[in-house]
């Protein structure tokens, strides 16, 4: 069984996990800084963190099968509410069993609550403080979200994790924006905890506030103050520099309760997961490795690697010479990139199969790391092999 992920025989019940669907101990901090290696149970398997969560958004990680995400170690996988809700539906996903029948996933589900979607419909939505009304993009037919339907739809959906419904500012914003997001997430999640009734399913606050440090504070006082059993960062890795991103997240240790696990969303980039872990977050997601995979690029030790370019067009070693997946040890760089000429499918999922790799390697090492007494090590050794 690959670290990272311990099968649960027989289940665990709700009243187990305290009657939230979850539990998370922190079993070592790190002396030079604020990481920390820990264990986050659900009803379909213990965890470690930090770890790296695939994003499978329309129940699927794009172009991998369950069998290979198993393969590779892969624990909680994030899907999404906008899109399931869209098509092909809560109630149809709720009759073949919940999410995790669906998709024949036996691992940790996450859904997020579909908020950073909707508010991406600039100009195909209405905000006011009792919920979204919005149209589709795929048909353009029109839709009604409020907290209350979210928490509907992500309990039919049955996913071990559900995000409360959440508004995202948009990176450039007026501060004036930014406080108009906060209050109205902290007014939303309030209804999110009154109105999710699902023992099994851990439902997790959100912490906005765009790049003003002092609304990030004031956002994590009011979400925390409801007591969720786990709370995300939402709202980074929006377009802001990276500088500004690790400034919101260096106070992480004085918003959040120490015991409880911290969810940093939409961030994929490997020196963000490591700026992350170093700062004391637990979980991640991104769509980042499958992206970057469908557009003939590779993470590599080295930094990124751009496949399709003509310098691999003999170059017969593999993607990465130190990686240990499946890609690594049967392809070449080559072959891949002769695939991607071809406009074959296969390359993007190889190139997807070695980038999720990558990223759970990542976090594999990170982990042994802390548990070793070793991260700043670790991190001297990524930086001088990683290339920007």
């Not at 070793?372 to 990524?382: L, P, Q």
Request: aromatic content about 10%; overall charge negative; some cysteine.
């Amino acid at each position: 069984m690959p670290d990272g992920f311990r099968l649960i025989t027989g289940g665990l019940t709700p009243s187990y996990l305290g009657g939230i669907g979850l539990d998370f101990k922190v079993l070592k901090t790190e002396k030079s800084c604020s990481a920390r290696l820990g264990q986050l149970t659900t009803s379909h398997g213990a965890f470690d963190t930090p770890m790296f969560m695939p994003v499978g958004t329309q129940a699927t990680v794009k172009t991998l099968t369950p069998d290979e995400l198993y393969e590779m170690g892969a624990g909680i996988i994030l899907s999404n509410t906008y899109h399931l809700h869209l098509r092909p539906g809560e109630d149809l996903i709720a009759r073949a069993g919940g999410l995790h029948g669906f998709m024949n996933w036996k691992r940790g589900l996450l859904t997020d609550s579909g908020g950073f979607q909707v508010f991406s419909l600039k100009g195909l939505r209405k905000i006011d403080d009792n919920g979204v009304h919005f149209s589709s993009h795929i048909d353009g037919s029109r839709h009604y979200l409020t907290p209350e339907i979210v928490m509907e739809i992500e309990q039919k959906l049955g996913a071990d994790i559900a995000m409360c419904f959440d508004e995202c500012s948009p990176y450039p914003c007026s501060y004036e924006e930014a406080e108009r997001a906060v209050q109205r997430t902290s007014l939303w999640a309030a209804r999110c905890k009154e109105s999710h009734t699902k023992a099994d399913q851990a439902l997790f606050g959100i912490i906005q506030g765009n790049v003003f440090s002092d609304l990030r504070e004031r956002s994590a006082r009011a979400i925390t103050d409801l007591d969720f059993p786990g709370y995300a960062i939402g709202g980074l890795s929006v377009g802001e520099p990276k500088a500004q991103m690790y400034e919101m997240l260096d106070s992480t240790d004085n918003w959040l309760p120490f015991n409880k696990p911290r969810y940093l969303m939409g961030v994929g980039a490997p020196e963000d997961l490591v700026e992350g872990v170093k700062r004391g977050i637990d979980m991640f997601d991104c769509v980042l490795p499958t992206r970057l995979a469908r557009h003939g690029t590779a993470f590599t030790r080295h930094g990124k690697l751009v496949v399709r370019n003509a310098a691999c067009a003999d170059d017969f070693s593999p993607v990465d010479d130190q990686c240990e997946c499946y890609v690594c040890k049967n392809y070449t760089r080559a072959y891949i990139r002769h695939l991607i000429k071809a406009e074959e499918i296969l390359a993007h999922r190889l190139l997807s199969y070695h980038n999720v790799y990558y990223l759970l390697k990542l976090m594999r090492d990170a982990r042994e790391a802390i548990r070793d007494d070793k991260f700043a090590s670790f991190c001297i050794d990524f930086y001088k092999d990683y290339k920007f």
